[in-house]
Structure formats: structure tokens, C-alpha cells
């Protein structure tokens, strides 16, 4: 079985639970999110977050950094975007999931500069192509 067969295979795990009406904790919702950002799905990574809120994880750091990380996988940026900037409290892992998924789609440079994150001196250089040093 592929990756994707897991991830699949997780969420009808989660519908099945669902059906059962056995209530999702915030350490079954991370490994949901992080299937429907694995097969980019991002409906069902919608979904699954709506019953995030509606079970009043809403403001958890590490549920929301999940949730930020799968919009992004998703190519659903804008919506990363809006979570990040109404959370409360951020930490590494928050700033690390945008940067993430700015950075895989090429909008980091953009969204960097757009929101003054970024300032480049005149004359440097962000990225340069870096020779191997034999002597290393």
C-alpha cells in the first residue's frame, strides 16, 4: 500500500469513528488534518477542520499549525494565510508552516516583500549558487 492508501485508509477510520459517534480529541484531529493535506484534498481537510471548531479546539497552537501546514499542502495559501494571521499565539512551528508553503509554491519572495518581512540591500543577493568546497 502507498502513502496515499494510509491516508485514505485514516479517513475512513475518522468516518467510522464519526458514524460511531465517538467524539475526535485534539490528538485524533492532527493525524486527520495531516492525511487530507497528504492527498491534498483540500475538501475534506475543510471539513475535518470545521469539526476542529466545532468541537472547540480553535484555539490550539498545535492543531492550528496542522491545519495551516494542510491548507498550504493544499494550495490554499490565502486560507493559511488568514489562520495565521487570527492566531493568538504563534511559535516556530506557526512561522515555519507559512514560510513552508510559500516557499514550495515561489510566493515567499513575493509575499515577503509585499508585507515588508523582507528588505534586500542594494546589491545583495537573496539566493546564490554555491560551489562545493573540496576541501570540506
Not at 485508509?9 to 492525511?35: C, G, H
Not at 495551516?68 to 506557526?94: K, N, T, W
Request: glycine fraction near 8%; aromatic fraction near 10%.
Amino acid at each position: 500500500m502507498n502513502h496515499s492508501g494510509f491516508h485514505e485508509k485514516a479517513l475512513e477510520f475518522y468516518a467510522e469513528m464519526r458514524k460511531a459517534q465517538v467524539r475526535p480529541d485534539n490528538y485524533t484531529f492532527p493525524s486527520v488534518i495531516n492525511a487530507c493535506g497528504g492527498l491534498m484534498d483540500f475538501e475534506k481537510g475543510r471539513v475535518v477542520h470545521e469539526h476542529v471548531l466545532e468541537s472547540g479546539f480553535e484555539s490550539d497552537l498545535n492543531l492550528n499549525n496542522v491545519v495551516i501546514d494542510m491548507y498550504a499542502r493544499c494550495d490554499q495559501l490565502g486560507r493559511a494565510q488568514e489562520l495565521f494571521d487570527g492566531m493568538p499565539h504563534r511559535d516556530i512551528v506557526s512561522w515555519n508552516s507559512l514560510i513552508s508553503g510559500y516557499t514550495s509554491d515561489g510566493y515567499f519572495r513575493k509575499h515577503c516583500k509585499c508585507s515588508g518581512l523582507l528588505t534586500e540591500p542594494e546589491g545583495f543577493i537573496l539566493s546564490m549558487p554555491l560551489k562545493p568546497d573540496p576541501s570540506i
